[in-house]
């Protein structure tokens, strides 16, 4: 039953029905909250939850005033009754609850409640806010919180996961990772780009460009679809596809940095060097990452294979500045210099920012132990490997069996045996391949072999 009271309009005299209801005390609440009179906007909180106890946000609502006046307990109390009486999908109470165990310094509890609210919550409603939480977590319990999936970014950590798999070279374990991801979140357009880059990097061309495809079906301007497809049409010979695309991805302007950078990158693996050195200079002005060697190489790779020797010479001394400690700017340096005493040109010079790989096998014949470490955790060294191995001339794959077998590097040594099981054109490169997996094949497991790496496209 709806109570009445009458009041008396100051203005004519008039007397005026009020209807008691929850929304009056709501009202009356919020009036209360705006002159900071906590304890009377708490008092009509309690009013309207008892006009409608079955109306979650009335709950919320007293909720969040316990937690301003700093009683915690009291705040969760309600949250937990919301959860377990009044209506279970309130997911955002987990993430108050949360908020209220962390001032409480009750920081476990905090994290079970941060997790349950991003691993249920479809919406994402306090995405950001509970990013900042995480970093407090992840603080105050000297670990990262235990989180396994981010439901409103629905397959985000998995895909996290599987491009740093990607960047590892763990190509099968990738495929799989982003098969469920795809078959789950069709929609879900990086992770099938990057199915698509998993594919190709195992030479499965046709797999990688029905990926592809199923992108560009939901979304024909992406991007980083049509880069990846540019890659593929240029390994697969179809000049008359690839030259529309190209002309097409070379009057292309992009807005955001991540698709600028996907872009100078294509342009310069497709040989457009000139495109690429005006993408890279762009990046170069943005001030977030404008002071990255890796940056400053890119540009400089670029502004050497269209032959301005003056910009790449000012980009190389750059990145020297900003990372000291690297070989490649002064290998770089030196090359140029060298070539203009010669008057000799300079080879295409690759964006990876890292010395070419015979410099590189110089390294280790000087020095096996550092260099074999750093084949272990350098991704983008394990990458000239395969590389090596896939495309090099016979020479250069004798030197690259030579450095495996002193190495025992298991995926490396998996990788050389899959190419000795195709057609072979060098039977002595063979037969010398074999002998030097003799002890390196003792380690093999039941693991599906890594497969070969061609020069590395940046993620979808």
């Given at each position: 039953?709806?109570?009445?009271?009458?009041?008396?309009?100051?203005?004519?005299?008039?007397i005026i029905p009020v209807t008691l209801n929850a929304n009056f005390f709501f009202?009356?609440?919020?009036?209360?909250?705006?002159?900071?009179?906590?304890?009377?906007?708490?008092?009509?909180?309690?009013?309207?939850?008892?006009?409608?106890?079955?109306?979650?946000?009335?709950?919320?609502?007293?909720?969040?005033?316990?937690?301003?006046?700093?009683?915690?307990?009291?705040?969760?109390?309600?949250?937990?009754?919301?959860?377990?009486?009044?209506?279970?999908?309130?997911?955002?109470?987990?993430?108050?609850?949360?908020?209220?165990?962390?001032?409480?310094?009750?920081?476990?509890?905090?994290?079970?409640?941060?997790?349950?609210?991003?691993?249920?919550?479809?919406?994402?409603?306090?995405?950001?806010?509970?990013?900042?939480?995480?970093?407090?977590?992840?603080?105050?319990?000297?670990?990262?919180?235990?989180?396994?999936?981010?439901?409103?970014?629905?397959?985000?950590?998995?895909?996290?996961?599987?491009?740093?798999?990607?960047?590892?070279?763990?190509?099968?374990?990738?495929?799989?990772?982003?098969?469920?991801?795809?078959?789950?979140?069709?929609?879900?357009?990086?992770?099938?780009?990057?199915?698509?880059?998993?594919?190709?990097?195992?030479?499965?061309?046709?797999?990688?460009?029905?990926?592809?495809?199923?992108?560009?079906?939901?979304?024909?301007?992406?991007?980083?679809?049509?880069?990846?497809?540019?890659?593929?049409?240029?390994?697969?010979?179809?000049?008359?596809?690839?030259?529309?695309?190209?002309?097409?991805?070379?009057?292309?302007?992009?807005?955001?940095?991540?698709?600028?950078?996907?872009?100078?990158?294509?342009?310069?693996?497709?040989?457009?060097?000139?495109?690429?050195?005006?993408?890279?200079?762009?990046?170069?002005?943005?001030?977030?990452?404008?002071?990255?060697?890796?940056?400053?190489?890119?540009?400089?790779?670029?502004?050497?294979?269209?032959?301005?020797?003056?910009?790449?010479?000012?980009?190389?001394?750059?990145?020297?500045?900003?990372?000291?400690?690297?070989?490649?700017?002064?290998?770089?340096?030196?090359?140029?210099?060298?070539?203009?005493?010669?008057?000799?040109?300079?080879?295409?010079?690759?964006?990876?920012?890292?010395?070419?790989?015979?410099?590189?096998?110089?390294?280790?014949?000087?020095?096996?132990?550092?260099?074999?470490?750093?084949?272990?955790?350098?991704?983008?060294?394990?990458?000239?490997?395969?590389?090596?191995?896939?495309?090099?001339?016979?020479?250069?794959?004798?030197?690259?069996?030579?450095?495996?077998?002193?190495?025992?590097?298991?995926?490396?040594?998996?990788?050389?045996?899959?190419?000795?099981?195709?057609?072979?054109?060098?039977?002595?490169?063979?037969?010398?391949?074999?002998?030097?997996?003799?002890?390196?094949?003792?380690?093999?497991?039941?693991?599906?072999?890594?497969?070969?790496?061609?020069?590395?496209?940046?993620?979808?």
């Open positions: 039953m709806i109570d009445k009271i009458s009041e008396t309009d100051g203005g004519t005299g008039k009202e009356r609440a919020v009036r209360s909250l705006d002159r900071f009179q906590y304890e009377k906007a708490l008092k009509n909180f309690r009013k309207a939850v008892e006009y409608e106890p079955e109306n979650p946000v009335n709950h919320c609502n007293m909720a969040g005033i316990l937690s301003e006046m700093g009683d915690y307990e009291a705040s969760n109390a309600v949250l937990a009754h919301v959860l377990d009486n009044v209506d279970p999908s309130m997911t955002e109470c987990h993430f108050y609850m949360a908020n209220n165990f962390a001032n409480m310094e009750r920081f476990e509890e905090a994290e079970r409640s941060l997790v349950t609210y991003l691993e249920e919550d479809a919406n994402g409603e306090f995405l950001a806010e509970s990013e900042e939480l995480l970093e407090l977590l992840h603080y105050e319990l000297d670990r990262p919180v235990s989180l396994s999936r981010i439901r409103s970014r629905e397959g985000a950590v998995e895909h996290d996961r599987a491009r740093s798999l990607l960047e590892e070279g763990k190509f099968p374990e990738a495929v799989r990772l982003l098969e469920e991801i795809t078959e789950g979140t069709p929609d879900f357009l990086a992770a099938h780009n990057n199915l698509a880059l998993a594919h190709f990097y195992m030479g499965r061309f046709a797999k990688a460009k029905e990926c592809i495809a199923r992108v560009l079906e939901q979304e024909p301007g992406n991007l980083h679809a049509l880069c990846n497809l540019a890659i593929f049409l240029q390994y697969e010979g179809d000049r008359s596809a690839l030259d529309e695309l190209v002309h097409m991805l070379e009057v292309t302007v992009p807005f955001h940095r991540e698709h600028v950078f996907k872009l100078a990158t294509t342009m310069g693996i497709l040989g457009r060097h000139r495109v690429a050195y005006s993408h890279f200079r762009r990046l170069l002005k943005d001030q977030e990452i404008g002071g990255d060697a890796g940056l400053y190489h890119y540009c400089a790779a670029a502004a050497c294979n269209s032959g301005l020797r003056l910009e790449a010479e000012r980009c190389w001394r750059q990145a020297a500045k900003l990372d000291p400690e690297s070989t490649v700017p002064r290998f770089f340096l030196n090359q140029l210099r060298q070539s203009a005493e010669e008057g000799s040109e300079l080879p295409t010079v690759s964006y990876n920012y890292q010395l070419p790989f015979q410099e590189q096998l110089k390294l280790w014949k000087a020095n096996k132990g550092s260099f074999a470490e750093q084949v272990r955790v350098n991704p983008l060294l394990r990458s000239s490997f395969f590389w090596a191995l896939r495309y090099g001339d016979a020479s250069l794959k004798r030197q690259v069996t030579e450095a495996l077998a002193w190495i025992g590097d298991e995926a490396l040594a998996a990788a050389l045996k899959e190419l000795l099981g195709e057609p072979v054109q060098d039977r002595k490169q063979e037969e010398a391949g074999l002998l030097r997996l003799q002890k390196l094949i003792g380690m093999e497991t039941e693991k599906e072999p890594r497969s070969e790496e061609k020069e590395r496209l940046p993620r979808g």
